[in-house]
């Protein structure tokens, strides 16, 4: 944005001390002159009867010229350097602030000192960079990830392609269905892409949803990939509204679903939905059996393109996008998403969302 010129912030608390000095300076002289008349309701002036009273009106004057332009000085230069020390923490502040513009989110302000507001604010400018610096950073390793998921199909497309190219009695149908199952892979990878894309732009219009009907549906829709897999999948839970996009909310289920039907024991698995109506939130719980689950696995779970290799199936593995989307989906509803281990094998998670009020209108919905 382009300014005019004009004072520093430095000269203006200079002028405004020096004023003060002054304007004081100027009460005080005027004090002391009244000491020496004084004017009666008529008007008549009361001289105070001292001998020498001539003598001291004639110093007084000139000495209180003097100390005036003493006080002016001592005003301009009292006022700079103190201005200059009450605003050296802006000028790191702002040192930072042009270091960041740069694209150096590294530099940290870390001012030293008791709390004040001065302090208050380079702190939090330096979370901000730090925020602002891990979200850099998570967007480079995304377009990092992304390339090469991208970069992956195609590869293996193209490689299929030259090899029949080079032995052209080579049966097609094989290649064919390879080439479609390596397509269909690449069309979910891109779908996931645009609809993380969307989550995070947060656009849409908050409608009550009945996250018990929203379970519902999912659970029905994923029943064959469920019985696929010989996972028995259970649902339960009341009415429990929440204000957001239906849409958004039903992958959030059926992405939570999906994951704990495929990541989940090779017989005998077991999903449980579970939907619950609490006074302040609406919580949806998706709990599956499994292998055990390390900690250093389960902080990695919800970032992009981390799949869990050790968990995965050969199929349905999935593009790694899935509980990525969830958390987004979570965070844009104002929400919270907790995983957390189960003691004999598989994972437990829940989202959090704020309660919206009962209508008849969700269930219709």
Partial sequence: MSRPPGLSVRWKLTLSYAGLVMVAGLLLIAAIALAFRLTAPDGVVI?????????????????????????????????????????????????????????????????????????????????????????????????????????????????????????????????????????????????????LSRTEQGSFTPEVVDLSLVAEESAETLLPLAEEHDVLLETSGDLACTSGSRALLLQLTTNLVHNAIVHNLSEGGIVQLEVADWPQAVLLTVENTGEPISPELLATLTEPFQRGNERIRSDHGGVGLGLAIVKRITQVHGGTLSLMPRPDGGLRVTVELPRAETTTTARSG
Avoid at 144 to 151: D, G, K
Avoid at 161 to 178: C, G, I, N
């Fill in 47 to 195: 001289t105070v009867r001292y001998p020498y009273y001539e003598g001291i009106v004639r110093r007084f004057l000139p000495a209180a010229c003097v100390t005036l332009v003493l006080l002016l000085v001592f005003g301009l230069v009292g006022g700079w350097i103190l201005a200059g020390r009450m605003l050296a923490p802006v000028a790191q502040i702002t040192q930072a602030t042009r270091l960041a513009t740069t694209g150096s989110l590294s530099h940290r302000i870390e001012m030293p000192g008791r709390q004040d507001e001065f302090r208050e604010l380079a702190d939090s400018f330096d979370a901000m960079l730090a925020q602002l610096e891990a979200h850099v950073a998570e967007q480079r390793r995304f377009a990092a990830n992304a390339s090469h998921e991208l970069r992956t199909p195609l590869a293996i497309t193209q490689a299929m392609l030259d090899v029949a190219r080079k032995d052209p009695d080579r049966p097609t149908d094989e290649l064919v269905d390879r080439l479609h199952a390596v397509n269909a892979r690449a069309i979910d990878l891109t779908e996931a892409l645009l609809l």
